[in-house]
Nanobody, 126 residues
Framework: QVQLVESGGASVQPGESLTLSCAAS????????MGWFRQVLGKEREGVAT????????WYADAVKGRFTIARDNAKNTLYLQMNSLNAEDTAMYYC???????????????????WGQGTQVTVSS
């Protein structure tokens, strides 16, 4: 079955950069959407960025556009989230997720993601 393992979370200062990684295994030949989500204690989990494995099309939440970049390395079966210009509002637990998907102009809602990692903590504080 699909397994996702995140790493790279850390405590950083405002303005710094950080790259999260998600090691993936167990995927079949189907196309997927793979995404990064984040959650602050007491709040709903929110989508941050998504990539479609069929053509590497991407989506970003407005709050991170221009600062975060999602990418994947097929050879290493790894998903990345490059985060620049971090601020306190980016503090959260970050989760990697995946779902089989065929993109016809619609991204999958959060509740369609059926594979999740355990999360990695990002803290931005001075």
């Amino acid at each position: 079955q699909v397994q996702l393992v995140e790493s790279g979370g850390a405590s950083v200062q405002p303005g710094e950069s950080l790259t999260l990684s998600c090691a993936a295994s167990g995927f079949t030949g189907s196309t997927y959407c793979m995404g990064w989500f984040r959650q602050v204690l007491g709040k709903e989990r929110e989508g941050v960025a998504t990539i479609y494995t069929g053509d590497n099309k991407t989506w970003y939440a407005d709050a991170v556009k221009g600062r975060f970049t999602i990418a994947r390395d097929n050879a290493k079966n790894t998903l990345y989230l490059q985060m620049n210009s971090l601020n306190a509002e980016d503090t959260a637990m970050y989760y990697c997720a995946a779902t089989p998907w065929v993109y016809y102009g619609v991204w999958p809602p959060k509740n369609k993601y059926n594979h999740w990692g355990q999360g990695t903590q990002v803290t931005v504080s001075s």
